[in-house]
Structures are given as C-alpha cells and as structure tokens.
C-alpha cells in the first residue's frame, strides 16, 4: 500500500526558510512524477514543483528562484526547500505521486495535480509578514 506523508510545516516570517519533506511508503512504480502542491483557504489547489524519474524539475513561476524540489531515492523521500518565503506563500502543502507510468512528461511540467494517485494529508505552512 503506498503512502505518502508529509512534515516539516510551521510559522514563520516573512524572509524565512522552510523544509517539508515526504515520506513515500510503499512506492514501487520506475516511472513517476512526484510533486508538491498546495492550497489555501479559498482558492483552488496549485503545483508548486514536480520531479520526475528523469530528474526534471519544474516549478511554479511564484516560486522560482526561491524554492528547490529533491527526491532522496535511499530515504524514500520527496523534499522541498523554500526560502525567501511570503506571506502568500501561506497554504497547505501537500505532496502528490503518480501510479506508475500513466502520466505524461508535458502534465509533469505543468504541474497538472489531476494526474496524481497518491497524496499526502497535507502540512500547514504560515508565514507572517
């Protein structure tokens, strides 16, 4: 059974650094797309980076520059890094996988969360200006 499960959420202020990682259980599929996504109170759900087997990233245009996607294969998880963060960076993260090789490359990089299986239950991250 995969399961995904993320940490590392908090308060912050603005300027600060942040860093959510995944627990990916269970995962056996070669071929994926992993992501992070979020969503906060009022607004539809957003990628915000993704990873796929090849190592490409992709990353929202809000969040370029600031925030950093890793996927530790050893440690079965799936990172994100942020920095410089702002207040509208306040969301609940989730992490997202796909079920195998059912994806394609151009939905990864587009951050598309319809093709995702899996997710996590999410981590609240809030910063303070």
Request: net charge negative; aromatic share 10%.
């Amino acid at each position: 059974q995969v399961r995904l499960m993320e940490s590392g959420g908090g308060s912050v202020q603005s300027g600060g650094s942040l860093r959510l990682s995944c627990v990916v259980s269970g995962y056996r599929h070669r071929s994926y797309c992993m992501g992070w996504f979020r969503q906060s109170p009022g607004k539809e759900r957003e990628g915000v980076a993704t990873i796929d087997d090849d190592g490409n990233l992709s990353y929202a245009d809000s969040v370029k520059g600031r925030f950093s996607i890793s996927r530790d294969k050893a440690k079965n998880t799936l990172d994100l890094e942020m920095n410089s963060l702002k207040p509208e960076d306040t969301a609940m993260y989730y992490c997202a996988a796909t079920r195998g090789g059912d994806w394609y490359p151009q939905d990864c990089e587009g951050l598309n969360d319809v093709m995702m299986d899996y997710w996590g239950e999410g981590t609240s991250v809030t910063i303070s200006s």
